[in-house]
């Protein structure tokens, strides 16, 4: 994590004084923090927050808690469908990632390595794939999924998530590709390795960190996935989270903050982890597919 | 050495169409790009075309509908509500990746200087980009309350205000606090996407403009940006796309209200053609958004990009 700090800066900065360096540097760096993460911590503390403390300012610091409580995470887990809100966004992360790196790998090996006719134009067509946005899609989507007969399953969402998880994969995993040395295939192809045999052998291992990236990435967006989602399932119990806490747990006109609260927290407690084990993959697959 | 231990069979001429098929270069790239392609074409490209084709008809949800031609761009031509979210989603745009920018570059700068700590700042910085839209949106909305925003609190506090700000219930208020949220949550991809950029420039050149005698803010607009254009230009052109169609946000925020002061073009296509049933109205509200997104985005791209060679790059 810490390999990447050569750093260019050092160079001038030996002339500023402390005080400058507070006002021109830690100050605003603060602020930025501090505006950054007051959301999740106001998330936060909401949660844990026992009622009574809940809207009553006067009595008790908002931005504290006395006697932190889990009765919103208890309501939440054994009251509501939440827990299988939580599996079903699980299972339709898993199985969209899974597809799309699989149909990456090869779509990206083909553009890059294989160098079939066309190859050059086909990039270019998955990187405008790319930027077409889910919301002029989702209605021409909701018809094809309902006339398929899939409306309202898992099934639609798998389907219909690698069409933006295929294009962003496909483009990192080509950047990858190309910075494996040619002479390594070559000199596999002279042993008499089949292209099946490179592929798998020879160019996999080498781009396992390109593909954990377009993997976790990819997890996240179908994590937080919403407009299908929203659109494409109707039944409480096939909801994914972010819809599920959104449609079910919002209820007329009195907010059960904390409840929401929590929901919120615990919903993004998957992949705040997974990108907390694997920050550098998330920042090279983000500037990754920018760089290009 | 590798050569021994080769199979001998290996060697052997292969026959058969499908064995040659395989062994070509075209054959094998055709059958490498099969997965994604169907993917793609199914459900990326015809729907595509078949929301332009949903567009020129009166489909309503459960009912097949008949070509209509141009009378859902008609109707939407004289419904005030439409260009009220088109002006919306401008006004949105336009504030949101200003403020994007600025702030981002600003916070990229903070942190390509020497720090302590400066992976784990840089690690904190993109939770808003990580954790799911919809759920932080939430926390906004709690932040946002009319009765008991914590904003208001501290203000009151600190004797600014009298009563509780109301931030969603009035359209200009709504409007500043949906830019709010959205800014908090597409700063940190613009500034860690800019500092990969800035971390490319090599020091030595802002050492020669020093030793030159250029102020740090001469540095800074003749050396750092001109190289940081390219950069910019792909992280805006994105950056504008995901602000143009974001749905998220004022879903979960205001659902367009308070009357429909905050509707962007995505979400009136919504609630057009979902709640509403009429798909395709709302498809035609989507195929609108086609020409204002092509054009922010050779705006944003190539007029970032001919700062290349005003500035004396080669042209």
Same mark, same amino acid.
């Given at each position: 994590?810490? *390999?990447?700090?050569?750093?260019?800066?050092?160079?001038?900065?030996?002339?500023?004084?402390?005080?400058?360096?507070?006002?021109?540097?830690?100050?605003?760096?603060?602020?930025?923090?501090?505006?950054?993460?007051?959301?999740?911590?106001?998330?936060?503390?909401?949660?844990v927050?026992?009622?009574?403390?809940?809207?009553?300012?006067?009595?008790?610091?908002?931005?504290?808690?006395?006697?932190?409580?889990?009765?919103?995470?208890?309501?939440?887990?054994?009251?509501?469908?939440y827990?299988?809100?939580?599996?079903?966004?699980m299972?339709?992360?898993?199985?969209?990632?899974?597809?799309?790196l699989?149909a990456?790998?090869?779509?990206?090996?083909?553009?890059?390595?294989?160098?079939?006719?066309?190859?050059?134009?086909?990039?270019?067509?998955?990187?405008?794939?790319?930027?077409?946005?889910?919301?002029?899609?989702?209605?021409?989507?909701?018809?094809?999924?309902f006339?398929?007969?899939?409306?309202?399953?898992?099934?639609?969402l798998?389907?219909?998530?690698?069409?933006?998880?295929i294009?962003?994969?496909?483009?990192?995993?080509?950047?990858?590709?190309?910075?494996?040395?040619? $002479?390594?295939?070559?000199?596999?192809?002279?042993?008499?390795?089949?292209?099946w045999?490179?592929?798998?052998?020879?160019v996999?291992?080498?781009?396992?960190?390109?593909?954990?990236?377009?993997?976790?990435?990819?997890?996240?967006?179908?994590?937080?996935?919403?407009?299908?989602?929203?659109?494409f399932?109707?039944?409480?119990?096939n909801?994914t989270?972010?819809?599920g806490?959104?449609? +079910?747990?919002?209820?007329?006109?009195?907010?059960?903050?904390?409840?929401?609260?929590?929901?919120?927290?615990?919903g993004?407690?998957?992949?705040?982890?997974?990108?907390?084990f694997?920050?550098?993959?998330y920042?090279?697959?983000?500037?990754?597919?920018?760089?290009? | 050495?590798?050569?021994?231990?080769?199979?001998q069979?290996?060697? +052997?001429?292969?026959?058969?169409?499908?064995?040659?098929f395989?062994?070509?270069?075209?054959?094998?790239?055709?059958?490498f790009?099969?997965?994604?392609?169907?993917?793609?074409?199914?459900?990326?490209?015809?729907?595509?075309?078949?929301?332009?084709?949903?567009?020129?008809?009166?489909? *309503?949800?459960?009912?097949?509908?008949?070509f209509?031609?141009? $009378?859902?761009?008609?109707?939407?031509?004289?419904?005030?509500?439409?260009?009220?979210?088109?002006?919306?989603?401008?006004?949105?745009?336009?504030?949101?990746?200003?403020?994007?920018?600025g702030?981002?570059?600003?916070?990229?700068?903070l942190?390509?200087?020497?720090?302590?700590? *400066?992976?784990?700042?840089?690690?904190?910085?993109?939770?808003p980009?990580v954790?799911?839209?919809?759920?932080?949106?939430?926390?906004?909305?709690?932040?946002?309350?009319?009765?008991?925003?914590?904003i208001?609190?501290?203000?009151?506090?600190?004797?600014?205000?009298?009563?509780?700000?109301?931030?969603?219930?009035?359209?200009?208020?709504?409007r500043?606090?949906?830019?709010?949220?959205?800014?908090?949550?597409?700063?940190?991809?613009?500034?860690?996407?800019?500092?990969?950029?800035?971390?490319?420039?090599?020091?030595?050149?802002?050492?020669?403009?020093?030793?030159?005698?250029?102020t740090?803010?001469?540095?800074f607009? *003749?050396?750092?940006?001109?190289?940081?254009?390219?950069?910019?230009a792909?992280?805006m052109t994105?950056?504008?796309?995901f602000?143009?169609?974001?749905?998220?946000?004022?879903?979960?925020?205001?659902?367009?209200?308070?009357?429909?002061?905050?509707?962007?073009?995505?979400t009136?296509?919504?609630?057009?053609?979902?709640p509403?049933?009429?798909?395709?109205?709302?498809?035609?509200?989507?195929?609108?958004?086609?020409?204002?997104?092509?054009?922010?985005?050779?705006?944003?791209f190539f007029?970032?990009?001919?700062?290349?060679?005003?500035?004396?790059?080669?042209?």
């Amino acid at each position: 994590m810490s *390999k990447d700090t050569e750093d260019h800066t050092v160079g001038m900065e030996q002339f500023e004084t402390l005080p400058r360096r507070i006002l021109t540097v830690y100050l605003p760096l603060a602020v930025f923090v501090f505006v950054l993460l007051f959301p999740f911590y106001w998330m936060a503390i909401t949660a844990v927050k026992p009622n009574y403390q809940l809207t009553d300012y006067d009595n008790y610091s908002p931005f504290w808690v006395v006697g932190a409580t889990l009765e919103h995470v208890k309501y939440l887990l054994f009251e509501t469908s939440y827990p299988g809100w939580l599996w079903n966004t699980m299972i339709v992360a898993v199985a969209s990632t899974f597809i799309s790196l699989a149909a990456s790998v090869f779509a990206a090996y083909a553009i890059e390595r294989l160098r079939f006719t066309g190859a050059r134009i086909t990039g270019l067509l998955i990187f405008l794939a790319y930027l077409v946005p889910p919301s002029i899609l989702f209605i021409p989507l909701a018809f094809i999924v309902f006339q398929v007969g899939i409306f309202d399953s898992k099934l639609a969402l798998i389907l219909t998530y690698p069409t933006f998880l295929i294009p962003f994969c496909t483009w990192l995993l080509m950047g990858y590709f190309r910075s494996i040395p040619y $002479e390594l295939e070559e000199s596999a192809l002279v042993d008499g390795a089949t292209r099946w045999q490179i592929l798998t052998k020879v160019v996999l291992p080498l781009a396992v960190p390109g593909l954990i990236s377009a993997g976790i990435f990819a997890f996240t967006l179908s994590w937080n996935e919403f407009i299908y989602a929203l659109t494409f399932i109707s039944s409480s119990e096939n909801k994914t989270i972010p819809v599920g806490v959104l449609t +079910e747990l919002v209820r007329g006109d009195i907010y059960e903050w904390g409840a929401l609260m929590s929901g919120a927290l615990l919903g993004s407690l998957p992949v705040v982890i997974l990108y907390s084990f694997f920050v550098d993959y998330y920042v090279s697959s983000m500037t990754g597919a920018v760089k290009e | 050495m590798a050569m021994t231990d080769r199979p001998q069979d290996e060697a +052997e001429p292969r026959g058969g169409i499908w064995s040659r098929f395989i062994e070509s270069r075209n054959g094998l790239g055709f059958l490498f790009m099969l997965p994604a392609a169907v993917f793609l074409l199914c459900f990326l490209t015809y729907p595509l075309g078949l929301g332009v084709w949903l567009g020129f008809t009166d489909t *309503k949800i459960g009912r097949p509908g008949i070509f209509v031609g141009l $009378e859902n761009y008609a109707w939407l031509f004289d419904d005030p509500v439409f260009w009220l979210s088109v002006f919306n989603t401008m006004v949105y745009t336009f504030v949101a990746s200003v403020l994007k920018f600025g702030l981002g570059l600003w916070l990229a700068l903070l942190l390509n200087r020497h720090l302590p700590a *400066k992976n784990f700042f840089r690690a904190i910085i993109l939770l808003p980009w990580v954790v799911p839209t919809v759920l932080s949106a939430l926390a906004f909305w709690w932040i946002f309350d009319s009765q008991f925003s914590i904003i208001s609190w501290v203000l009151m506090k600190w004797g600014l205000i009298d009563a509780p700000i109301n931030f969603l219930g009035d359209p200009w208020n709504a409007r500043w606090s949906v830019i709010a949220a959205n800014v908090w949550r597409g700063i940190p991809f613009v500034a860690i996407s800019l500092l990969a950029g800035l971390q490319t420039i090599p020091q030595s050149l802002n050492e020669a403009a020093a030793i030159d005698g250029a102020t740090p803010w001469q540095r800074f607009t *003749k050396v750092t940006l001109p190289l940081l254009t390219p950069i910019i230009a792909v992280v805006m052109t994105f950056s504008v796309l995901f602000t143009f169609t974001d749905f998220q946000l004022i879903y979960v925020l205001t659902r367009g209200g308070p009357v429909n002061a905050t509707h962007l073009m995505a979400t009136l296509s919504f609630q057009r053609a979902i709640p509403g049933g009429q798909l395709g109205e709302g498809a035609a509200i989507a195929v609108a958004m086609i020409p204002f997104l092509l054009a922010a985005i050779l705006f944003s791209f190539f007029g970032l990009q001919r700062r290349k060679w005003q500035q004396g790059g080669s042209d």
